[in-house]
């Protein structure tokens, strides 16, 4: 099975949620965890069952959309993981203890992996390219209208967080130029995936197909 992205929608309607502003208006509005199937190169997408974030019986506080992906996989992983799903998402969802949640629920990942929000992992990654550990490769490309140079960086079992115990991690990052060397294009990502030269394309096609949620969903 390929990819599946998590994402959140969210309508403005009376209803479970709520967002107090400064000029003491409340805001009430839905959200819902959105699933969805997707390929690389493909124009269709699959939806699956969605999971509405909402406040829990006996929770003190309101729910949020990390809950709502844990509460989804422990509902539906045991329909999917079979397939050999790799779960998708931005940033939000690449910390460890949801990271291993969904590897005890046997699914991969491929999570957007920020500087700012992972400061332990990428000192690990400037200690490992001072030693020649983080591998790079360019890759060319003509779009149709222009040229454009691809450089992919990899660094296997980088820890996630700063103790003994912390989960490793697979990192790459993929970086766009123009032949004028204008950044198009940058983005960094931490899997459960072997990494290796030529699965990186591949790879980072996958993490950039959850963008399919916004369009083709």
């Known amino acids: 099975m390929g990819p599946v992205t998590f994402r959140r929608r969210r309508s ?3 209803g479970s949620s709520t967002q107090s502003h400064t000029n003491g208006q409340v805001t009430y509005f839905h959200s819902v965890l959105m699933p969805v199937l997707v390929k690389p190169g493909l124009d269709k997408v699959i939806p699956f069952a ?3 974030v909402q406040p829990q019986d006996g929770a003190a506080k309101q729910d949020c959309e990390l809950n709502a992906a844990k509460r989804w996989l422990a509902q539906w992983t045991s329909h999917y993981a079979a397939l050999g799903m790799t779960v998708l998402g931005d940033d939000l969802y690449c910390h460890e203890p949801f990271c291993r949640a ?14 700012e929000s992972h400061p332990a992992l990428y000192e690990w990654l400037a200690f490992l390219e001072r030693g020649g550990a983080v591998h790079t490769f360019v890759r060319r490309r003509w779009t149709g209208t222009r040229r454009e140079f691809d450089t992919d960086c990899y660094a296997t079992a980088v820890p996630l967080r700063n103790a003994g115990d912390a989960l490793q991690v697979n ?7 123009t032949a004028e060397g204008k950044v198009v294009y940058r983005n960094a990502f931490a899997t459960s995936h072997p990494l290796h030269e030529h699965n990186l394309p591949e790879t980072v096609a996958a993490e950039r197909s959850r963008w399919k949620i916004e369009n083709e969903t």
């Open 12 to 14: 403005n309607a009376r």
């Open 102 to 115: 969904l590897l005890a629920h046997g699914l991969d990942f491929l999570l957007v992996c920020k500087p």
């Open 171 to 177: 990192w790459c990052e993929l970086t766009t130029t």
């Open 50 to 52: 969605m999971e509405f």
